[in-house]
């Protein structure tokens, strides 16, 4: 299984989300076959680490983003991840726009898989204070263990 979170300049909510769901696949699954990377929209940052704020927003929780760095999406991503999960809507909305149509029920949005079925998008906390990027890890955290729940359970054999 191969997921690939989305946001747009990839250096806040989707290094957070991967970092989060790294994580959770190590304590709760370790040894899995899942890989997981993350990329941006828009080309705004590549090659940056993630943004210092996340990055010890994230190691306050045990995450650690360093290595991480951003990354735009390419074409062959589409075809080569089992799931891409933007974390807003209007991300979503660009990924569809660009994916080739064979692939597009493969992007999904991260809070499809949290508990609250109100809240849609993960807010982009670049322009705000340190409160944002804790909501992000909230966020993530949550959804992370909803999306796990789904990967195992396609990954469940079948009984006939």
């Not at 040894?31 to 010890?56: L, W």
């Not at 290595?67 to 891409?84: G, N």
């Amino acid at each position: 299984m191969r997921i690939l979170f989305v946001c747009m300049g990839n250096i806040c909510r989707s290094p957070t989300a991967e970092g989060v769901f790294r994580r959770l696949v190590a304590e709760r699954v370790p040894g899995a076959e899942i890989e997981v990377d993350s990329a941006g929209t828009h080309d705004y940052h590549v090659g940056d680490p993630p943004d210092p704020r996340s990055i010890a927003a994230a190691a306050r929780r045990g995450v650690d983003l360093r290595q991480l760095r951003a990354r735009l999406i390419r074409d062959e991503d589409f075809e080569r991840f089992d799931l891409i999960i933007a974390m807003d809507r209007l991300n979503r909305e660009t990924l569809l726009e660009r994916s080739p149509a064979p692939f597009r029920e493969r992007i999904r949005l991260f809070m499809e898989f949290a508990s609250d079925p109100e809240v849609e998008d993960v807010p982009d906390p670049y322009y705000g204070g340190a409160p944002g990027f804790e909501r992000v890890l909230d966020l993530a955290e949550e959804a992370a263990a909803g999306l796990l729940d789904e990967v195992l359970e396609r990954a469940r054999p079948r009984r006939r």
